[in-house]
């Protein structure tokens, strides 16, 4: 069992910044790969970033790619996005998700093992 917390979400103006996090409980961080999702209002909820369970690999939508970076901390049990250059169109609730494999994150619910509450990113014009 993993449960997974956000953290980090905020209002923010265009062109700025912010990080999130995701914190998990357990022992078996490790073994999972980790992944951001999103939904805005209206919207599907759809894949953002995922980073492989030792950190070594990546993945990025191309909305999001040389803006956002994603990296995890095995020995804080932690995952982190790093948005720069944020947009309007970045304005929804951001989920951390668990799943075993990488490749896993891109075919979004019906692959996630666990789910984190969410929080909110407005990015204003």
């Known amino acids: 069992q993993v449960q997974l917390v956000e953290s980090g979400g905020g209002l923010v103006q265009a062109g700025g910044s912010l990080r999130l996090s995701c914190a998990a409980s357990g022992r078996t961080f490790s073994t999972y790969a980790i992944g951001w999702f999103r939904q805005a209002p209206g919207k599907e909820r759809e894949f953002v970033a995922a980073v492989s369970r030792g950190g070594s690999s990546t993945d990025y939508a191309d909305s999001v790619k040389e803006r956002f970076t994603i990296s995890r901390d095995n020995a804080k049990n932690t995952v982190y996005l790093q948005m720069n250059s944020l947009k309007v169109e970045d304005t929804a609730v951001y989920y951390c998700?668990?799943?075993?494999?990488?490749?896993?994150?891109?075919?979004?619910?019906?692959?996630?093992?666990?789910w984190g509450q969410g929080t909110q990113v407005t990015v204003s014009s």
């Open positions: 998700a668990a799943t075993g494999l990488l490749r896993n994150m891109r075919y979004g619910s019906a692959r996630i093992d666990y």
